[in-house]
Structure formats: structure tokens, C-alpha cells
């Protein structure tokens, strides 16, 4: 039996303003991936077709492009006539994505800095804002964690047809962001992470593009110790449940 979220997620998830841009089994990869990252999905365990439209009272092909989507992202196995089948992945293994990922989008922020349109800088802006608002407050860190995901998007809708042509979710947004709340655990980590943000987005409204990528990757570096050590954390406490 899968131990993840119900249905009543995706109907949360549908007042923010990053779902209304999602479809629903954009929806349905997020909510399973962090479903399998954290293991509440074992290894080896089956992800059925049917079970899932009913628990989240969503339609079969919405199903089955999640868990092609989730297959293409290497997070399960989803071969024809055997079915869907959570795989496992090594701490280390997750280490190589987080840097495959810090060199892509730290070339996305460059793009971004070359091709941004007024309208979509007030846009990456108004989000870094928000994040900054949040990093000083009483926010969780999974609603500090929301609105970073928000300033990937804003950065994403700003580079042009790359985006449109390569939009699938995890290779932009990053599939560890789940791991990623261990790296702004306390106000005063929120309150780093909300400044370098803030850099980003004043070296997008420059137009210094190449300054924007150097940035991006050293954020990325910054973070990419927290996200490992919250694995490998995460891994020890499963194989002694197990």
C-alpha cells in the first residue's frame, strides 16, 4: 500500500499560484517525488495505475504521464506490461543530480540575464521579495522552501524558448527540493539564502550574465552539503526501519 499523500494535496496545492500553472500530473510529480525521495515510497514497491486515480480522484492519463515523467527523471523503473516500481538511489548518486543540476540552471540564470523582458524581471523580483519577506518572519521552512521554488519558476519563464522546449518538471525545478529544507532549517540560514537570492536577481536586472551563472552555482554549492547530509540521514533511518 502506497504511504503517500491523499488527494486533498492536490486540491491544496491548487490555491498557490505555482499550480495553477501546472498541470495535474505535473501536480502528481511532485507530490510523488518527494513521496519517493524520502522513502514514505520503498524501494521496489509497485506504483499502480489505478490505485493512484483513486487516492487522488485524478484520471488515468494524467497518472500515466506522471510516471512517465517520474521514470524520465530515474526516480522509478516503469517498464511496458510489468509496471511502475519505486527504485533506489545512493546518497552519492543524488550528489551527481545536484550538480548536473547546478551547472543547467546556473546557465539558465544566464539566459535569463540576456533575454528578460521588463514584465518578467518585475516578475523574478516580486518573487525574491516575497522570499526575503519570508526569511525574517515565523514562515516553516517548507513555506520558505514554496517560495524558492516560486523564484525558479520566475527565472525558468525568463529564458525563452529554452524553457518551453525543455519544461519538464524536475530538470529545471529540482527534484531535491525536499532534501533542500535541511539547508534553510533556521531563520538566520533563510535570511543567507534570501540575500543570495536577492544578488541573483539584481545581476539578472544588470544584465551581467555571466556574474548571474557564476552565482547561481556557488548557491548551489552552498546548499549541496545540507541536501546530502539530509539523504544520507534519511537512508540510515530507513535501512533501520527495515
Known amino acids: ?12 496545492q491548487n490555491a498557490s499560484k505555482n499550480a495553477k500553472s501546472q498541470t495535474l500530473a505535473d501536480q502528481l510529480v511532485d507530490i510523488l517525488s518527494a513521496d519517493l525521495l524520502f522513502r514514505r515510497i520503498k524501494p521496489g514497491e509497485p506504483l499502480r495505475e489505478a490505485e493512484l486515480c483513486v487516492r487522488f480522484n485524478v484520471s488515468r492519463p ?7 515523467q517520474l521514470a524520465l ?13 519505486a527504485v533506489d538511489f545512493s546518497p552519492e548518486e543524488l550528489e551527481d543530480v545536484v550538480g548536473f543540476h547546478g551547472v543547467v540552471f546556473a546557465h539558465a540564470c544566464r539566459l535569463a540575464a540576456e533575454r528578460r523582458s521588463e514584465e518578467e524581471l ?4 516580486e518573487a ?3 522570499l526575503t519577506r519570508l526569511a525574517d518572519s515565523d514562515a516553516s521552512a517548507e513555506d520558505y ?8 519558476g520566475a527565472i525558468e519563464r525568463a529564458i525563452g524558448p529554452a524553457y518551453r522546449l525543455n519544461r519538464r518538471r ?3 525545478t529540482p527534484i531535491w527540493n525536499p532534501y533542500a529544507i535541511n539547508a534553510v532549517a533556521t531563520r538566520d540560514l533563510r535570511i543567507a539564502s534570501a540575500r543570495r537570492w536577492k544578488t541573483l536577481h539584481g545581476l539578472i536586472a544588470a544584465r551581467n550574465a555571466e556574474d548571474a551563472q557564476k552565482h547561481f552555482f556557488a548557491m548551489v554549492e552552498a546548499t549541496r552539503p545540507f541536501i546530502i547530509e539530509a539523504c544520507r540521514i534519511k537512508h540510515q533511518t530507513s535501512a533501520i526501519g527495515e
Open 1 to 12: 500500500m502506497l504511504e503517500c499523500a491523499s488527494k486533498a494535496t492536490i486540491v491544496t
Open 62 to 68: 494524467a497518472v500515466r504521464e506522471a510516471l512517465n
Open 73 to 85: 527523471l530515474g526516480l522509478i523503473d516503469n517498464t511496458p506490461r510489468k509496471g511502475a516500481r
Open 122 to 125: 518585475h516578475e523574478i523580483g
Open 128 to 130: 525574491v521579495d516575497h
Open 145 to 152: 522552501e514554496a517560495a524558492r521554488i516560486e523564484c525558479y
Open 170 to 172: 524536475g530538470f529545471m
